[in-house]
């Protein structure tokens, strides 16, 4: 584990992103695991604007995400779809048919799951993976759990997250119960991982997950399993690692 600890949440956001522009510059035909979350838009829009300035060329890059509400589709602007397109996709000259989300319409959720983990596989596996880190140490919508579940699977999310997400719709009634995602195995096989975490409400997950029992129950806990990952941390969300 390599840890680099920033002042604040801007500059978590530019060192993320100069990581990840990294990993496109050395392969510019690199397969990148994005998240979704407010913590990773700061450095999007660090990515964007490289970008723009003609620093970075994502057109060799391929992109696959970690999750998606089931029953909402890209079109809806709660989706995840929608906030990569939004954030990154619309403003980058990433070729949008090698964008991967799981597919939120899709209802049978088996096949969803199956066709998913097909499509990660034929990118060859992921060179890098962003993570964001839920306040209950979930990671993708991998919560907690008494087993780790290993590829894409369906979740039914906890009552912890659909009220943080509450704040992204207009009644608790809209916001989605379940939602497709990546498994444990599927994030485990990423050859490098980035997490970034901000914010004092943080900090007891940052403190559970790296420096805690591997346990489901903590489900980020895993990545202390992971030979190459880099935590992106400002100063409060690593306040309680001595
Ligand atoms: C999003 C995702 C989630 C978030 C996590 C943190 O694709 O996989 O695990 O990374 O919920 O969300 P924020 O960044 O909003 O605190």
Request: with cysteine; net charge negative.
């Amino acid at each position: 584990l390599r840890i680099y600890q920033t002042k604040d949440y801007q500059a978590m956001s530019r060192k993320a992103a100069n990581i990840i522009s990294a990993q496109v510059i050395l392969k510019p035909e690199c397969v990148l695991g994005l998240a979704t979350g407010s913590t990773p838009v700061g450095a999007y829009q660090q990515l964007v604007d490289w970008y723009q300035k003609g620093d970075l060329d994502f057109s060799g890059v391929t992109t696959v995400n970690l999750d998606e509400y089931k029953g909402l589709d890209g079109k809806n602007s709660q989706s995840y779809r929608y906030f990569m397109n939004y954030n990154l996709f619309d403003h980058v000259n990433v070729d949008k048919s090698r964008t991967f989300v799981p597919n939120g319409l899709e209802e049978d959720g088996e096949k969803e799951c199956a066709r998913y983990d097909q499509v990660v596989a034929a990118t060859g596996g992921v060179d890098l993976q962003l993570l964001g880190l839920g306040r209950n140490g979930h990671i993708g919508f991998n919560e907690p759990c008494d087993e780790f579940k290993k590829g894409t699977h369906l979740v039914a999310l906890s009552q912890n997250t659909i009220d943080a997400n509450s704040r992204f719709f207009d009644s608790i009634d809209e916001v989605p119960k379940f939602a497709y995602t990546m498994g444990i195995r599927t994030i485990m096989q990423a050859r490098k991982i980035l997490m970034v975490v901000s914010g004092e409400d943080k900090a007891e997950a940052v403190r559970k997950s790296f420096f805690g029992p591997c346990t489901p129950e903590v489900p980020a806990s895993i990545l202390q399993m992971h030979p190459d990952v880099i935590l992106v941390a400002d100063e409060a969300a690593l306040s309680q690692i001595a």
